[in-house]
């Protein structure tokens, strides 16, 4: 939706005084602990929680986008296109203010669906509604839910505007009809989590280390943008390119218009809490005082102003008063000193320990890539620095290796693509044991893009030491044998079909690099 519609209706609404949410210190979670559930669950038992998000989200539809707790200004405040924020400047200090692509996306995602939901509670007139969850880790629910299809005989309309009169409010958003029909799914790539929740370190320093820790690289505030941490990656960033493939989803400036946007961001924040253990040091960066102590300004059901930070959004339980219903419920806080294990019997805990990363040294280089076609390759030309080629030996874990992609740019819309590292010619299709998939470009909000236009190239880092383990199969490889392969990712659709998305301006990439640290 533009500003065009209510936009002006009512003129400027007063802004309420800014309240900081009262810090917790109760011994015992509050006695009504909410509870957010699966959406597959609630489908299956005909809930009608289903039915009170409906109706909250058709109120706050109605609601002009001057109101601070109408669906637009609180989509608004994750983000919006350019024109649109032109339109209504006077509330441009609440809007477009998502982190993505550093430590901050966490905690300010969390603070921003608990104020939605308390918004969607008053307005669906249930004082019991808790904000359900998308479970699509389950490969039984990698589909988009039944209780966000259109009626039938809304299918496929289009005309442009079309989607926001449907009698359905959870299908108010624009998708692709692939997806509205459940033609195509998540696939295994995008909810697979295994990949982050196995990492112990929440936040790192180093831009080449961001796929290694769960929560994201360190950054001066919220909008400075550096790498996507592992669960940003995967299953985040992957779920928005897959949903939104052509529609609403698929651009930060756009995706909180989808209802479905805040099931997705309840199930990331599911996963944060999994992630987190004291016992093995799974904490967040509670000894950053800028993680800890930097501001996010919301708004409440009430539409007033509420200012948090990072230290008052560390317990759901204790501080925000939900859990998810695989968390049970505790009987005391969470202990979130910085450990990294548990303390020996008798003994104080240990800190964890703070080291630089090595310098690496880089390997192999390949050319530039322009992804026109389907499938794109590149191969590696051998450097003076490579003092000795990576051996399987090496590779089993005593060698860390990682592909670095350089100078990367992709506009907003770029559809997924899928990154392979190749040991001898063939595609990776043909290739089979010779192919291993490092990851992916679900690159959400594009990539490389500065101030004014300006290309700055992004970095994006897989790791490669199993692949390369894989490929090598006990034999010594030389680089010089290797290939990268980027491939636009097809789904399978109707009748066996697959769906491959179309990309009228594909991503670039200045350079690649085989790494050795």
């Known amino acids: 939706m533009t500003l065009t519609r209510r936009a002006f209706a009512h003129g400027g609404a007063a802004l309420g005084a800014a309240t900081a949410l009262p810090r917790v210190t109760a011994a015992a979670p509050p006695a009504d602990l909410k509870v957010r559930r699966s959406i597959g669950d609630l489908i299956r038992e005909q809930s009608p929680l289903v039915e009170s998000y409906r109706r909250g989200v058709d109120v706050m539809m109605q609601r002009d986008i001057t109101d601070n707790t109408s669906w637009w200004f609180q ?26 692509k550093n430590y901050f996306f966490l905690s300010w995602h969390r603070a921003y669906i608990y104020f939605f939901e308390r918004i969607v509670r008053k307005a669906s007139g249930d004082p019991d509604f808790t904000l359900p969850y998308w479970a699509y880790d389950d490969p039984q629910q990698a589909t988009l839910p039944v209780a966000f299809v259109p009626d039938d005989d809304e299918l496929g309309t289009s005309p442009v505007n079309a989607a926001l009169s449907r009698r359905n409010p959870l299908a108010r958003a ?44 360190r950054s001066a505030g919220p909008l400075e943008s550096q790498v996507a941490g592992a669960i940003e990656a995967t299953p985040h960033n992957v779920v928005h390119k897959t949903i939104g493939l052509q529609g609403d989803m698929g651009s930060p400036e756009t995706a909180a218009r989808d209802p479905i946007f805040w099931l997705h961001h309840a199930n990331v924040d599911r996963t944060w809490v999994k992630w987190t253990d004291p016992a093995r040091g799974r904490v967040p960066p509670t000894d950053d005082d800028d993680w800890m102590n930097t501001k996010f300004t919301f708004v409440d059901e009430d539409g007033a102003d509420r200012v948090v930070t990072g230290a008052e959004l560390l317990d759901t339980q204790f501080q925000l008063g939900y859990r998810y219903d695989d968390d049970p419920p505790r009987s005391q806080r969470l202990d979130l000193r910085v450990l990294n294990a548990r303390a020996p019997a008798g003994g104080p805990p240990k800190a964890i320990a703070r080291t630089s990363p090595s310098a690496p040294v880089v390997l192999a280089r390949g050319g530039a890539m322009h992804l026109s076609a389907r499938e794109t390759h590149a191969a590696f030309a051998t450097t003076p620095q490579a003092a000795r080629r990576p051996t399987a030996k090496a590779t089993s874990g005593r060698l860390r290796l990682r592909v670095v992609l ?36 679900d690159l959400f909000g594009g990539a490389g893009h500065g101030a004014h236009g300006q290309h700055v190239g992004a970095t994006l880092v897989f790791e490669a030491s199993d692949a390369l383990a894989q490929l090598s199969r006990g034999r010594q490889l030389d680089p010089r044998t290797l290939r990268v392969s980027i491939v636009r990712r097809g789904f399978a659709s109707a009748g066996g079909a697959e769906f491959v998305p179309a990309d009228s301006d594909p991503p670039r990439i200045g350079a690649i690099e085989l790494l050795q640290s």
Not at 76 to 96: G, M, T, V
Not at 188 to 205: C, G, I, P, Q
């Open 75 to 100: 989509a608004n405040i994750h983000n919006l296109p350019d024109e649109d924020l032109a339109k209504l400047r006077s509330q441009a200090r609440y809007w477009r203010q998502c982190p993505h």
């Open 174 to 217: 624009h998708r692709l009809e692939h997806v509205e029909r459940r033609w195509i799914g998540l696939g295994s790539v995008a909810t697979d989590v295994h990949a982050a929740m196995a990492l112990d370190r929440f936040s790192t320093v180093d831009q080449l280390e961001a796929a290694s820790v769960f929560g994201g690289v």
């Open 406 to 441: 350089r100078d990367v740019v992709a506009s907003d819309r770029s559809p997924p693509y899928d990154v392979f590292l190749l040991a001898d010619s063939g595609s990776p299709s043909a290739a089979g044991a010779n192919a291993m998939r490092i990851g992916g470009l």
